[in-house]
């Protein structure tokens, strides 16, 4: 919802909400302003990725994401690595 919401299209995502989850339109927007708020609180946390043992032995390139601090993260200049799994 929150890309909707950057592209203008919330309106249409609530209504789509609405419709599948049989609920109005005013549920489904209160549903985003919690999930909005949500976001905001955890936004504000710093977080560090953990990578369980399992995941880095099945998918050893996910050491690059062990440890990551993601303020630090978000502050520096280098961006967060990418990986892919295939």
Known sequence: MGLAHNHGELCETLAQLAR???ITEAEANRMFERASEAW??????????TVRPGLL??????????GIDTRSAALSNEAVPTIRLD
């Open 20 to 22: 599948v989850d049989a």
């Open 40 to 49: 905001e609180r955890r936004s504000r946390k710093n977080w560090r990725v």
């Open 57 to 66: 032995k099945a998918y050893p390139q996910l050491c690059v994401l062990d």
